[in-house]
């Protein structure tokens, strides 16, 4: 298992539905949102139930991951860094 793994499986364990409130731990494995990956559900009827409240604030944020992966600068190469 990878280092980022062990932080994920770490952090799911700390985190609880945003619908229930039910703790994730090793019997139960959150899910992110896919859009905005900040908040977490323990199922479909969770997410469901509470996309109304998390609508508005999840667009906001996924535009910003997307601005961020937009934007993010190219690694320079040994060519220089001119990308053309």
Same mark, same amino acid.
């Given at each position: 298992?990878? &280092?980022?793994?062990?932080?994920?499986? &770490?952090?799911?364990? !700390? !985190? =609880?539905?945003?619908?229930?409130?039910? &703790?994730?731990?090793?019997?139960?494995?959150?899910?992110?949102?896919?859009?905005?990956?900040?908040?977490?559900?323990?199922?479909?009827?969770?997410?469901?139930?509470?996309?109304?409240?998390?609508?508005?604030?999840?667009?906001?944020?996924? &535009?910003?991951?997307?601005?961020?992966?937009? =934007?993010?600068?190219?690694?320079?190469?040994?060519?220089?860094?001119?990308?053309?």
């Amino acid at each position: 298992m990878s &280092a980022n793994e062990d932080l994920e499986e &770490a952090s799911n364990m !700390m !985190m =609880f539905c945003a619908a229930c409130g039910i &703790a994730g731990g090793d019997d139960i494995k959150l899910k992110k949102c896919t859009a905005c990956k900040s908040v977490r559900y323990c199922g479909v009827k969770c997410q469901k139930e509470h996309r109304p409240q998390h609508k508005k604030e999840c667009k906001k944020r996924a &535009a910003e991951l997307r601005d961020e992966i937009l =934007f993010k600068q190219p690694e320079s190469s040994d060519l220089g860094d001119c990308p053309i």
